[in-house]
């Protein structure tokens, strides 16, 4: 137990040396503090908030906070919609059509040849014009259609795996063999019924089936096969690597569903209204509108308003990834999310307790505004970050440390005020605070070289009976105010008025070199001012008094009892200030040897036969102070 102690001894004497050898200013005790209290809070913090995002208590909450960084992306020029809307269905007639409407369409867009034909419409039953139809698709030779996994028949998830189907609704048979590709529109929102990521592929009988979207920029890239590498999370096409999550999910990147993508009426294409060579070598996708198909989508784009339907999430999908840069994004991984919440914190942690509350709000949404730009910039670099967490541990950090600083330093450092505002002067009441909180002036006791005056009044027996208590103590307090004026001048601490006495100290709380000299000049001014206003009192109401002056070793500190906190000194210093001042006349200052050694010039001082004070064996040398200007008995000057 000793060795452990011990141990305990030298490792604190360890840091409390190494702490002396840092550089400004974390070789202060208050800035050493802060830090470890703002990094205590910050990892607190961090740990709570690491619970609720392992705990997906704050999804739905985080997925909103998300989506404020979508905002939409420029459209890819050749990607066009072709929208079976209201209108061409008053004009054409009520859905389904005969398929010899979109055989029509086909040869109409063939006067000016798309590069691509993806109808986002399903052709599972057979029809009478699917021959038609069909030699349309092959003669057009560049033409996708959709295929859609059914909910009911969905496999549970697997890892590494995408979606699987026990029933997929395909084209039927003609329409499979005539085709370029299949595409599945399938899309699953998430549980709030935002669209924010689909399927790249679903998959049924070992066959997978990718979305039509990624069929159409495959197509248009002249890639023949979409490689999918899920376990390193990745789908290659061609040298477009498209970042997926564990099922092969992508996360959609919207362009403005009103003025995004170029639209066009079905009706106005088909009869002619818009030139085929609007088309000219674009990737074209036919698809209905709110009036055809029931499926209407929220994305994260301006959620009260941003609605789409499946043939702009295809078209989305496929502009996307045939910019220039492709526009994909990744959610931000584990150790990024977990690393930036720490980050956050810690900025917080280590800043905001330096400064006031006030200046630290301030600075708290600084940071924030810092990590909504950096996430609005990650976004632009195609990676999306939750910004709930660091936000959540920032602004948790933050208010942690503003209530720690009122609860332990605000408070205190007002009780402290309030405390030393009795003792020192006003203009050092800061500086000695701020020397405690430095760790410069420890409160529980500290061992010092002071000077200490001690001021005693006598002649209370002398007051005249037929003076009232109140005459008493408004002279008494007058002959207190003109000595306590004399010691603040001199940037004097009074330790203890005690109504006939009072004690001061020099070179205490704050240092003070010439502590001496302070003091010597003190006694002398008190002297001069206390005579000057004897001389305006009646006979009745004089006082005399006596001061003795010492310098030497003292401990300082606070002092509680019952409550009551005071800060005081104690020591033979004061033993013999008082002492000092029991042996001088009236009138008369009385210093010892340490102190008569650093008197000024325009002080006198006369030694006097040594006086013997109880607890030293050989007497005390003393000195008489005088001050060299000689005092008039007859000088009127008003003491006030």
């Not at 818009?274 to 074209?284: L, Y």
């Not at 991984?333 to 810690?346: E, I, R, Y």
């Not at 008025?497 to 009072?502: K, Q, S």
Request: proline share 7%.
């Amino acid at each position: 137990m000793n060795g452990f102690t011990s141990l305990l001894k030298r490792a604190d004497h360890f840091f409390a040396s190494l702490a002396t050898r840092l550089p400004p200013p974390f070789n202060d005790a208050r800035v050493r503090f802060r830090l470890q209290a703002g990094t205590a809070i910050a990892l607190g913090m961090c740990f709570l908030v690491y619970l609720l995002l392992f705990s997906n208590l704050l999804v739905p909450l985080n997925r909103l906070a998300t989506d404020l960084l979508y905002h939409p992306i420029a459209p890819n020029p050749n990607v066009v919609i072709i929208a079976i809307d209201s209108k061409s269905l008053d004009e054409i007639g009520t859905w389904p059509w005969p398929r010899a409407i979109h055989a029509a369409l086909l040869d109409r867009l063939q006067a000016a040849p798309p590069r691509l034909v993806a109808f986002d419409l399903l052709f599972p039953q057979p029809s009478p014009d699917d021959d038609a139809f069909a030699a349309t698709i092959q003669k057009n030779g560049n033409v996708l259609v959709a295929a859609s996994g059914v909910p009911a028949a969905a496999f549970p998830s697997v890892p590494d795996s995408p979606p699987t189907f026990d029933v997929v609704i395909l084209p039927n048979a003609k329409l499979r063999n005539a085709v370029s590709g299949i595409g599945h529109r399938t899309v699953a929102p998430d549980d709030d019924g935002v669209v924010r990521r689909i399927f790249t592929a679903i998959q049924s009988n070992g066959v997978n089936y990718p979305a039509l979207g990624l069929a159409a920029a495959a197509h248009a890239l002249g890639v023949t096969e979409i490689q999918y590498d899920l376990p390193a999370r990745v789908v290659r096409v061609g040298n477009v690597n498209i970042p997926v999550d564990e099922y092969g999910n992508t996360l959609l990147n919207f362009s403005s569903p009103s003025v995004g993508i170029p639209t066009y009426s079905y009706v106005d294409v088909f009869r002619g209204v818009i030139p085929a060579s609007t088309f000219r070598d674009k990737i074209v996708f036919v698809g209905g509108t709110g009036s055809v198909e029931n499926e209407v989508y929220a994305i994260p784009l301006n959620l009260d308003e941003s609605h789409t339907q499946n043939v702009n999430l295809q078209a989305d999908l496929a502009s996307m990834l045939l910019n220039t840069p492709p526009d994909t994004l990744k959610a931000q991984g584990a150790l990024g999310q977990l690393a930036l919440t720490l980050v956050f914190a810690l900025l917080a942690g280590l800043t905001l307790p330096h400064i006031r509350p006030l200046y630290a709000l301030a600075l708290t949404l600084v940071y924030l505004l810092g990590l909504l730009l950096f996430a609005f910039e990650t976004f632009n670099r195609g990676t999306v970050i939750q910004i709930l967490y660091p936000a959540l541990a920032l602004l948790g950090t933050a208010s942690s440390i503003i209530i720690f600083r009122y609860l332990f330093e605000e408070r205190r450092r007002r009780f402290l005020t309030s405390l030393f505002r009795r003792y020192v002067p006003a203009e050092s009441v800061g500086r000695v605070v701020d020397a405690i909180d430095r760790g410069e002036l420890p409160l529980t006791g500290a061992r010092r070289i002071v000077t200490v005056l001690y001021l005693d009044l006598r002649g209370f027996a002398s007051l005249s009976e037929e003076i009232t208590p109140e005459t008493v103590l408004s002279t008494v307090n007058r002959y207190m105010e003109l000595g306590l004026q004399a010691i603040q001048a001199e940037g004097g601490t009074v330790s203890k008025p005690m109504g006939d006495a009072l004690i001061a100290i020099w070179n205490a709380p704050l240092d003070q070199p010439d502590h001496c000299e302070r003091g010597l000049r003190t006694a002398v001014m008190i002297r001069r001012n206390l005579m000057r206003y004897q001389q305006k009192q009646n006979t009745e109401e004089k006082l005399n008094f006596g001061i003795g002056l010492a310098t030497g070793w003292a401990v300082l500190g606070n002092i509680s009892a019952l409550g009551k906190v005071e800060y005081t000194l104690v020591g033979d210093t004061v033993n013999v200030a008082a002492r000092l001042s029991a042996f001088a006349n009236n009138n008369q200052i009385l210093v010892d040897t340490a102190t008569s050694s650093a008197a000024p010039n325009s002080i006198t001082l006369r030694e006097l036969t040594p006086v013997r004070v109880r607890g030293r064996k050989e007497p005390l040398p003393v000195w008489e102070a005088r001050d060299e200007e000689p005092f008039d008995e007859n000088e009127k000057e008003d003491a006030e």
